[in-house]
């Protein structure tokens, strides 16, 4: 396919949207590894989205979203068609106990924005470092809390560019699992059902939820966050500890010591450093405690 010219039949469509060809995808994801994307564009509003959608389905284009890249892994030969980078589809507004934010809010700001108006619920969100529609898509949680608990609805698009609303029972959310990862819809706004409650005891659970974080979390390094979903009556992170792999590196990604659930960038590590300690790390686990680990980082 010709992306020189696609990406000339999108600026006719969208003039003033933000587009890059060839971009390096490593600049847009927390672990600082990822190849190029074909097309990269950062859309402004839910119109946008809409035309590019229905651009790609039309002409057979692969689009793929990202958010805040927090929480996935892009392979070191990038992304082949077109990548939308949310970032920039960002309002957050508050009508008495309901928070509406589009897909690429940050959770932690929408956290925030619960606190300045006394609304509860969002509390355990005030250091998950990823976007409203990654939150979403992965029913992201900690510390006793989850998306689930104070998810009202989604407006998500079809890859084609409808418009659809569907409602919290719609969504099939279990443990970091959601219909979004099954069905292919783009979610572009997200609505949020709070509880009204004390603006210092909600302050003081934020304050506690991030001492907690920083204490725990080796935030000091380029990470994916948790790499593996918690198996069921067991810790990901003490399965890998207990399988003496702290400190394990392969290039320049690294079992953390600080947390041994994340994989850190220690040195310019690569993301095929990162997938071949993934899976060092399954088999390892596997063969010492006959269980297995299943990631929760996305790998694009």
Known sequence: MNYFQVFNEIKEICPNIFMRFDERMAKH????????ADIYIMPTNIEEVQQIARFAFTRNIPLTIIGYGSNIIIRDRGIRGIVMNFNRLNKINVTNNKIIADSGSSIIDVSRAALENHLSGLEFACGIPGSVGGAVLMNAGAYGGEISFVLKSVKALSMSGDIHILNKSDLQLGYRSSIFQK?????????????NGDQDHIQELMRNNTIARESKQPLEYPSCGSVFKRPPNQFAGKLISESGLQGYRVGGAEVSVKHAGFIVNVNHASSADYLILIRHIQKTV????????ETEVVII
């Open 29 to 36: 994801t927390f672990i600082q590894t990822g190849g190029p």
């Open 286 to 293: 596997k063969r010492k405690f006959k269980i297995d680990l």
């Open 183 to 195: 069905e292919k819809y783009i979610i572009v706004e997200v609505t949020f059902e709070l509880e």
